[in-house]
């Protein structure tokens, strides 16, 4: 395994996080404020259910299936469009369900 390798998991990993939590801003209405507090939750909750997906519907048991699915390039372009997706998704929920917290408080 290489470098870029390693770099490419890593922001396959790491990415959906940072861009559920801008939609998360967004949803909150935080204009300018990402944390990486929340992008960090948002990947933890991205990745448990695409590794859970992987589970049931791909026959993925292993770390070592996992890398071996990776080396499918359509397979990664897969993974990191869904894993985007699922992570906006969580983020902007999360978002609406704090902006309705705040709502109701008031």
């Known amino acids: 395994m290489t470098f870029f390798d390693l770099f490419r998991y890593f922001l396959i990993l790491i990415v959906p996080g940072i861009i559920g939590a801008v939609a998360f801003s967004i949803?909150?209405?935080f204009r300018t404020e990402v944390n990486i507090y929340v992008a960090l939750i948002i990947d933890l909750f991205t990745f448990i259910?695409?590794?859970?997906?992987?589970?049931?519907?791909?026959g993925v048991y292993t770390v070592d299936k996992l890398l071996f699915q990776f080396t499918c390039?359509?397979?990664?372009?897969?993974?990191a469009l869904l894993s985007i997706l699922i992570a906006i998704l969580i983020g902007v929920?999360?978002?609406l369900i704090r902006r309705?917290?705040?709502w109701i408080r008031r």
Request: glycine share 8%; aromatic share 26%; no cysteine.
């Open 73 to 79: 390039l359509s397979f990664t372009r897969i993974y």
């Open 49 to 58: 259910i695409m590794i859970t997906g992987l589970y049931y519907f791909h």
């Open 27 to 29: 949803a909150a209405r």
């Open 93 to 95: 929920t999360a978002g």
């Open 100 to 102: 309705l917290f705040f």
